[in-house]
């Protein structure tokens, strides 16, 4: 029942996404009605896809949430050390995650939710929906909160 919604599709390789994740996270700590939504539109590259079905999968063990925030603190490039050590961290079954990656459902959230951001109107990332007013592109955190109501 938040008054405010801010919904963001993003790409984990979008240094844009990257550089507001931390803002947006600090708007909803700071306010009780405001509701966050991450959607997925890896439009990147094609790690983009593996990664934006690494934290669907990652929903499997109750993971999701912190597997994407962990994947937009990473410090410098991505890559599979780096992975790896974000999935020791959050002490996930790496085994499990794999299959569960490879599942056709997991597939079908990633390709449904780049669906959604395409029929929206995102041709990139980020892309916002703020109480329902598109807005494209990097924002700064007063510019999102001269938006919530």
Same mark, same amino acid.
């Given at each position: 029942?938040?008054? %405010?919604?801010?919904?963001?599709?993003?790409? @984990?390789?979008?240094? @844009?996404?990257?550089?507001?994740?931390?803002?947006?996270?600090?708007?909803? *700590?700071?306010?009780?009605?405001?509701?966050?939504?991450?959607?997925?539109?890896?439009?990147?590259?094609?790690?983009?896809?593996?990664?934006?079905?690494?934290?669907?999968?990652?929903?499997?063990?109750?993971?999701?949430?912190?597997?994407?925030?962990?994947?937009?603190?990473?410090?410098? *490039?991505?890559?599979?050390?780096?992975?790896?050590?974000?999935?020791?961290?959050?002490?996930?079954?790496?085994?499990?995650?794999?299959?569960?990656?490879?599942?056709?459902?997991?597939?079908?959230?990633? %390709?449904?939710?780049?669906?959604?951001?395409?029929?929206?109107?995102?041709?990139?990332?980020?892309?916002?929906?703020? %109480?329902?007013?598109?807005?494209?592109? @990097?924002?700064?955190?007063?510019?999102?909160?001269?938006?919530?109501?």
């Amino acid at each position: 029942n938040a008054k %405010n919604t801010i919904i963001e599709f993003m790409d @984990y390789f979008c240094g @844009y996404c990257k550089k507001v994740h931390p803002e947006l996270l600090q708007i909803v *700590n700071e306010r009780d009605d405001t509701r966050l939504i991450f959607l997925q539109h890896p439009v990147l590259s094609e790690s983009s896809k593996l990664l934006a079905s690494m934290v669907v999968a990652a929903n499997k063990q109750n993971k999701g949430v912190e597997f994407h925030n962990a994947l937009f603190e990473v410090e410098g *490039n991505l890559n599979s050390a780096k992975l790896q050590q974000i999935v020791e961290d959050l002490e996930m079954n790496s085994a499990k995650l794999n299959i569960d990656m490879s599942k056709e459902e997991v597939k079908n959230i990633v %390709n449904i939710s780049s669906f959604m951001a395409s029929g929206s109107g995102a041709r990139g990332t980020p892309t916002f929906f703020i %109480n329902e007013e598109l807005v494209v592109g @990097y924002i700064s955190i007063d510019r999102i909160k001269s938006l919530l109501k």
